[in-house]
């Protein structure tokens, strides 16, 4: 298990892009389950929506990303890089998603070549699919 501390040493992202708060499990190059926390004092339920928050679909996503890097800059050659978004496909949302909620995020890569994973990652709340998606790693 990763805390906040730890993850911030693997990933460059800092509040209020940090999307994840626990690793619960990894294994270099392969997989990744994490934990985002989901509160009402987060900035976004400012604006989405007044009155009836809902997690943006693309906060899940990026809480996805980053599950997915941290599968990958625990590999040795990834130490200390960055992972961007190459692409995202079939992106489906099937719940939503709300202050109070417990993200569990789940990536599990499925190719890597050279600087280029792609993954597929499923995020859950109370073991209810949230979103699932397929996910390209570009490593820089």
Do not use: W
């Not at 800092?14 to 270099?28: A, E, G, K, W």
């Not at 934990?35 to 990026?62: C, D, R, S, W, Y």
């Not at 979103?131 to 490593?139: D, K, N, P, S, V």
């Amino acid at each position: 298990m990763l805390d906040i501390v730890e993850i911030q040493k693997i990933l460059p992202h800092r509040y209020p892009m940090l999307l994840i708060d626990r690793v619960l499990t990894h294994v270099p190059g392969e997989s990744a389950v994490a934990q985002k926390n989901v509160t009402i004092n987060e900035a976004v339920f400012q604006g989405h929506f007044p009155g009836n928050p809902v997690l943006p679909g693309v906060m899940i996503l990026e809480s996805m990303a980053q599950t997915g890097a941290i599968a990958l800059l625990t590999l040795d050659q990834f130490k200390g890089r960055t992972v961007y978004f190459g692409g995202i496909k079939s992106a489906k949302f099937r719940r939503v998603v709300r202050p109070g909620d417990v993200l569990e995020i789940t990536v599990t890569l499925e190719k890597l070549k050279d600087k280029i994973g792609l993954g597929k990652a499923i995020a859950t709340v109370d073991g209810q699919k949230a979103c699932t998606a397929e996910l390209t790693f570009i490593i820089e």
